[in-house]
């Protein structure tokens, strides 16, 4: 592949319904055979750019040189430029189409068996041979559906990729794949596009790394020539960097429960907030195969595993999700039947978009959904009161947008922090959360992981349904492993090594 140059001049935009800028004045130098890492924190205008840049937005003004074509993106419709490529942080794709209908839509017409064959061979080449073709959308989680887009954007012949985010939804087997994955791509001279916050992600592929704040560039380096400290100041400000320990080794701190769940003083002593009692459930995609466990109150029970081994069924057969599901729940040792919710659950989905927030509502609108009785009076809502009430609660998580501002026009990270908020902002007997920092910026995670604390230690329990092993590591007072439908053994945190628990959960 010919040597590729592409360079980013004088980028503007604004959304309309809203007046935040969220891109001023832009300059960016793109080069084939290099990985360019944009970073910055939860809202810094990282996705607004690449979106721009894919041709996807149009800005305010904004000229983009590549493969020798100059490309003015304030005047040409909306649309992938020519030889550009985005994999988004959250598939757009609609959940009833399969696979082979979204790679070869707006192609050249060809049967079912054609396009199977010829997307099969394509996503072997390129290591994403277990993708069926087949599958609907709807049935694939977020790991799979990234690469999925991966293999129809290469399919396409791109000579420019856009990474939204990639490495957030790519699990612990599939990780090493992904970087492997790059480092051909590089090799093959194509320009890589990488937007993360993942600061272990710049260091150990990117060349280049930019930081953006605020809709500006606040600075563009090679990635040897900035510490981990150098960039998480740059992100965040050293003062906020400070604040919340983020120059610290975040090695894994798995919390010391004082009792084992086996011991005959904890049982004899402590009821149990949730027990789960061979839950059971079987389709044709997933399956669970009798899982027993409790958690109690001051506690975090994470269980860990692969989301197709488990963990997204798990999920959805204790929050009502799906139907047909054998076995028994119990809060506070009632039998619970429907909805957790009703029970005062308060629960954050693996789902953020479908099932955690609604994208037409405002900001203010989906931080207070759960609490109507504090803006309403006699059936009247009060947006004064709302936007009031929101906002103090906004404030607490460094949530970036306006109270009225749509929620479907904030980041993905602070889309997260305004679920988090509702849902862990308030106190309760218990939690079901999974993947509660997917999609945060280290601030945020610190955030998170600080609130679940509190909420832990004021006798809440709390399920952590978590797809990362180092998520599970750095917060749970007990760990479980998933796999196959079945549940493990569970330990204390302290009692798993990270290499272990990594085997537990890959089924070895």
């Given amino acids: 592949m010919a040597e590729l140059s592409a360079a980013l001049r004088g980028v503007n935009f604004t959304w309309k319904t809203s007046g935040v800028k969220a891109a001023r004045n832009l300059w960016l130098n793109l080069d084939g055979g290099r990985v360019h890492a944009v970073v910055g924190e939860n809202g810094a205008g990282k996705t607004t750019l690449g979106h721009i840049i894919a041709g996807v937005l149009r800005p305010d003004s904004g000229v983009l040189q590549f493969d020798q074509k100059q490309h003015n993106l304030n005047r040409r419709r909306q649309g992938l430029l020519p030889g550009v490529g985005l994999v988004r942080q959250h598939c757009i794709w609609p959940p009833d189409f399969r696979i082979r209908e979204m790679v070869f839509l707006g192609r050249k017409p060809r049967g079912p068996r054609a396009q199977n064959r010829e997307f099969s061979q394509a996503a072997e080449h390129w290591g994403f041979g277990d993708i069926n073709p087949e599958e609907r959308v709807g049935g ?17 012949g791109t000579k420019f990729l856009v990474l939204d985010e990639p490495s957030s939804a790519w699990e612990e087997e599939h990780k090493t794949e992904f970087f492997a994955l790059l480092s051909l791509l590089r090799a093959e001279g194509r320009a890589i596009l990488l937007i993360t916050h993942r600061i272990d992600d710049v260091f150990r592929i990117a060349n280049v790394v930019t930081v953006l704040k605020g809709g500006r560039i606040v600075g563009t380096w090679d990635a040897g020539e900035i510490s981990r400290e150098g960039l998480l100041s740059a992100m965040f400000g050293e003062n906020r960097s400070m604040q919340w320990g983020l120059e610290i080794d975040s090695e894994p701190r798995g919390k010391t429960q004082p009792e084992k769940e086996g011991s005959h003083a904890l049982k004899s002593t ?20 009798k899982v027993n466990f409790r958690v109690f109150p001051g506690e975090i029970l994470a269980i860990t595993g692969l989301r197709e081994e488990g963990i997204s069924c798990l999920e959805d057969a204790i929050t009502g999700n799906i139907e047909s599901v054998s076995g028994e729940l119990l809060m506070d040792a009632k039998p619970c039947k429907g909805c957790l919710r009703r029970r005062g659950l308060r629960y954050v989905p693996s789902n953020k978009l479908e099932r955690g927030s609604s994208f037409d509502s405002t900001l203010a609108e989906n931080i207070m959904a759960l609490e109507p009785a504090k803006f309403s009076k006699k059936g009247w809502l009060s947006p004064v009161r709302l936007s009031k009430l929101a906002e103090t609660r906004r404030l607490g998580w460094g949530i970036i947008g306006r109270m009225d501002q749509k929620l479907g026009e904030l980041s993905g990270g602070n889309i997260q922090r305004a679920i988090l908020e509702r849902e862990i902002g308030t106190d309760a007997r218990l939690y079901i959360l999974a993947d509660p920092v997917w999609g945060l910026d280290e601030l945020g995670k610190k955030r998170a992981y600080a609130r679940m604390e509190e909420i ?25 492993v998933i796999y196959g439908g079945e549940l493990r053994e569970i330990r204390n945190a302290e009692d798993w090594h990270r290499e272990e628990l990594q085997k537990a959960v890959a089924g070895s």
């Fill in 270 to 289: 402590v009821k149990p907030v949730l027990e789960v009692r061979n839950l059971s459930f079987e389709d044709s995609r997933r399956q669970l195969k």
């Fill in 456 to 480: 832990r230690n004021k006798g809440a329990a709390v399920l952590l349904l978590a797809s990362d092993i180092d998520e599970a590591l750095v917060i749970a007072n007990r760990i479980g």
């Fill in 140 to 156: 694939m989680d977020a790991s799979g559906l990234q690469r999925a887009q991966m293999a129809a954007a290469l399919m396409m």
